[in-house]
């Protein structure tokens, strides 16, 4: 299974928000310019966030967009999933899947697969957008060190 574009850009730019949330409501040129990304294509991605209720969007000069909960309450499998749909690595594990197969009850593999997309929902739903600004402003600072030679 593969991670789309607007997988691994929505998740960078909900990031993004996360850490430039103290600033208030972020707006889209903003985080568009930060991430490198087109402003049009982050705008799709956050009015299918904001129906998820991951986003909150506000309208106005001022408007934006904020987190519509805490970072450490959204994982990185919620905006996967609201993004892409289920994390599985092939359709018939997901459980409306059953009928696309007609060897869904004799299947060998599919058990496999049930344990592929089980760890990864399971990596998905336990790292929150928390961690990964933790893990942002770790790497910001180890960057920012200034090292002295004598």
């Not at 991670?3 to 990031?15: F, N, P, Q, W």
């Not at 903003?30 to 705008?43: D, K, T, W």
């Not at 059953?98 to 496999?112: D, N, Q, V």
Request: aromatic content about 8%; overall charge negative.
């Amino acid at each position: 299974m593969k991670i789309s574009t607007k997988g691994r850009y929505g998740l960078e730019a909900i990031v993004d928000l996360a850490i430039h949330s103290a600033e208030g409501h972020v707006n889209l040129k903003s985080i568009s310019e930060r991430c490198g990304m087109s402003e049009a294509y982050i705008l799709q991605i956050f009015l299918i966030l904001r129906r998820a209720g991951i986003v909150d969007s506000i309208r106005g000069a001022q408007g934006g967009y904020v987190l519509a909960k805490e970072p450490s309450e959204i994982t990185v499998g919620d905006v996967l999933t609201a993004l892409e749909g289920p994390l599985a690595p092939v359709a018939c594990v997901v459980t409306e899947a059953e009928h696309t197969c007609e060897r869904y009850g004799s299947c060998a593999t599919r058990g496999f697969w049930e344990s592929i997309m089980s760890a990864l929902n399971d990596v998905a739903n336990s790292i929150t957008i928390a961690d990964l600004v933790e893990c942002y402003n770790e790497s910001a600072f180890q960057s920012n060190e200034i090292e002295y030679y004598i």
